[in-house]
């Protein structure tokens, strides 16, 4: 099978959506960050699954999303918690868009990644995980609430 290489921003891009898949992991399952970083960047990175070839992943892109997720969690999930509606904490909410509020926050919080370009980003991983849903529409919403508190010069 031949397969173009991926892009450094496909490779980018990826990293979101399995920082986001491991962060759902960790929580589920209560791994640390190091045993699935390793299980992640060992077996799913550009991993086969019933034919499909998994895209590679950028490990220092996914590492920093995750790790930074974790030790920045406090502070990410009180910002994500001032987006939401008051009645719905973001304890309350599913634990794949906690994970995908985690992920996105971290790389707000970092400063990076211009704003609106971690909103879009993290829109189409919401779309690969909700397609045909309202969750991307609250995604971009949530994000855009956090993109103005985290990087307000930005906007």
Not at 115 to 142: G, H, L, R, Y
Request: hydrophobic share 45%.
């Amino acid at each position: 099978m031949t397969s173009k290489s991926p892009t450094a921003r496909q490779r980018k891009s990826a990293s979101r959506l399995y920082a986001v898949q491991a962060l759902f992991q960790m929580e589920a399952a209560g791994q640390t960050v190091e045993s699935v970083c390793s299980e992640f960047e060992t077996h799913r990175f550009g991993a086969v699954y019933e034919g499909d070839e998994m895209m590679e992943g950028d490990a220092g892109v996914f590492r920093a999303l995750v790790e930074r997720a974790v030790n920045e969690q406090a502070k990410i999930d009180q910002m994500t918690d001032r987006a939401l509606v008051a009645k719905w904490p973001i304890a309350r909410i599913d634990p794949t868009l906690r994970a995908l509020f985690r992920a996105a926050g971290s790389e707000l919080v970092a400063g990076d990644t211009p704003p609106k370009v971690v909103i879009v980003e993290f829109v189409q991983v919401a779309e690969a995980f909700f397609p045909d849903s309202k969750e991307p529409k609250f995604v971009n919403a949530v994000l855009d609430h956090m993109a103005r508190e985290a990087r307000p010069e930005a906007f």
